[in-house]
């Protein structure tokens, strides 16, 4: 199996940071692309950023010039700098990754257990 545990999410004033981080563990062959939903209650989750494995990023409009999303792959690992947040950041924010298993021709999406961040105005 695979999971994905993230970490880093809490509670922070309007303007301040958060660092948000997510590690994929288990049965895995190459990890493709890695990001980052969020989902507020009565929402369907959104895009918050993805990453490929080569590197190429992806960001919501509401975010761009405020995250920055990176990842090292030697430790299937994907992070989210979370810059000068907004009340309107604040969500559970759900990581992640496609994964192709070892011994599998085909890739699975796999999404971690989710972490709030709450921005205080």
């Known amino acids: 199996q695979v999971q994905l ?4 999410g809490g509670l922070v004033q309007a303007g301040g940071s958060l ?14 692309l890695m990001g980052w939903y969020r989902q507020t209650p009565g929402k369907q989750r959104e895009l918050v950023s993805t ?10 409009d ?3 010039g405020r995250f920055t999303i990176s990842r090292d792959n030697a430790k299937n690992t994907v992070w989210l700098q979370m810059n000068s947040l907004k009340p309107e950041d604040t969500a559970v924010y759900y990581c992640n990754a496609i994964v192709t298993k070892r011994g599998n021709a085909y890739a699975d999406n796999y999404w971690g257990q989710g972490t709030q961040v709450t921005v205080s105005s």
């Not at 660092?19 to 493709?32: D, H, M, P, Q, T």
């Not at 990453?51 to 919501?60: F, M, P, R, V």
């Open 51 to 60: 990453i490929t494995s080569s590197g190429s990023t992806n960001y919501a």
């Open 5 to 8: 545990v993230e970490s880093g």
């Open 62 to 64: 509401s975010v761009k």
């Open 19 to 32: 660092r948000l981080s997510c590690a994929a563990s288990g049965n895995i062959f190459k990890v493709n």
